[in-house]
Nanobody, 124 residues
Framework: QVLLEESGGGWVQPGGSLRLTCEVSGFPYDRYNIGWFRQAPGKEREGVSCFDRFEDNLWYTDSVKGRFTISSDSTKNTVYLQMNNLKPEDTGVYYC?????????????????WGQGIQVTVSS
């Protein structure tokens, strides 16, 4: 059974930082990739950043470039999203997703496997 578990969300003031963690387990084949998505109130879900576990290829949506950094641990089964200089428009539910898709395709359409989501709130 494929499981994705997110952690690390919460509330932060504008300009602050948070680090999200996504732990992935249970894939029958190792050639999967992982990405972060978010959904703001009243908006569609969007891809934020995706990580190619084998090519070290990274993808970011334009609005987070220079502020967010995606990385992984040595096993590449845990992916982090370091979010700096957070803005109110970054508020939303953040999800990680994984699938046998290339980058940036995973971030464009999402995978078949999703975590439960975690709230990130940026406000003063």
């Amino acid at each position: 059974q494929v499981l994705l578990e997110e952690s690390g969300g919460g509330w932060v003031q504008p300009g602050g930082s948070l680090r999200l963690t996504c732990e992935v387990s249970g894939f029958p084949y190792d050639r999967y990739n992982i990405g972060w998505f978010r959904q703001a109130p009243g908006k569609e879900r969007e891809g934020v950043s995706c990580f190619d576990r084998f090519e070290d290829n990274l993808w970011y949506t334009d609005s987070v470039k220079g502020r967010f950094t995606i990385s992984s641990d040595s096993t590449k089964n845990t992916v982090y999203l370091q979010m700096n200089n957070l803005k109110p428009e970054d508020t939303g539910v953040y999800y990680c997703s994984a699938d046998y898709l290339t980058i940036p395709q995973l971030c464009e359409i999402g995978g078949d496997y999703w975590g439960q989501g975690i709230q990130v709130t940026v406000s003063s």
